[in-house]
């Protein structure tokens, strides 16, 4: 093998780019397993693979663009960490993680979370975080930016989301909007649980979110609302949990055909 090229991935970690020149010359290999996005100069074609080769004609100006490992963060806006809420995010979470993709779960429900203080400082600044350093929510906001796949789960109240959500919503929103749109072409899902009813109000709640924002909303085979009042009732709502379920797989197949694609 002979290096032909050297760059670096999206995070700035080092990758050389090596051919067999005594074998099939359409062949490169990068010396990591991330995804590589090669550019070829005269076609203009490119092509993402995985497992570090890739067929095709090969290019020394070819870039790492992708990323072996996806993350999606899953945000609870539950006070309880093991109520309904984690339970379904654990059920899509699950599938994730089958699928590769390394998962977070954050627990914003029950901390001391501000709301919006519409002081337009993160219009004046740009520098990616809330003025407001009082809480925690610059953690959760750069969790936020730096995953590949946003879910926000959330139990139903009084027929929307929790006001810790809500708080998360508009602030890492609105922090996203003024610094040129930082969840742009995330993949996003919401997932609520009710009781009785509301919910389908709650889950549009999450979901202007997603679309202001211009991110890839993911679907299931149903609205994603699972039925449970006490922790644990979620278990027994088969059709939540296979909703659950089913979206999880459909998030990491869509976050697996976005790899690499950051150009586009
Ligand atoms: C303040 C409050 C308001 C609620 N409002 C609704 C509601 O509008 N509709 C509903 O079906 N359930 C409502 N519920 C019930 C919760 O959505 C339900 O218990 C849910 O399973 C709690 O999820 P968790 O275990 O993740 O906290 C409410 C519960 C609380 C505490």
Known sequence: MVDVATTTD???????????????????TASTGFVVLADH????????????????????????????????????GSPKRDGNTARLLGYALEELETAGIETELVHVGGRPLQGCLACQKCFERRDRRCVNDTDEMNGFIETMFEADGVLLGSPTYYADVTSEMKALIDRAGYVAGANGGLLRRKVGAGVVVNRRSGGIHAFDTLNHLFLISEMVVVGSSYWNVGIGLAPGDVDADAEGVRTMQTLGRNMAWTIERLAGQEGA
Request: proline share 5%.
């Open 41 to 76: 100069v005269a076609g203009g074609w490119r092509e993402a693979i995985r497992g570090g080769t890739r067929h095709g004609l090969y290019t020394p100006s070819a870039s790492i663009m992708g990323r072996g490992t996806m993350k999606v963060a899953a945000f609870n």
């Open 10 to 28: 999206v995070r700035r970690a080092p990758v050389s780019i090596s051919v067999d020149p005594a074998a099939d010359t359409d062949r490169c």
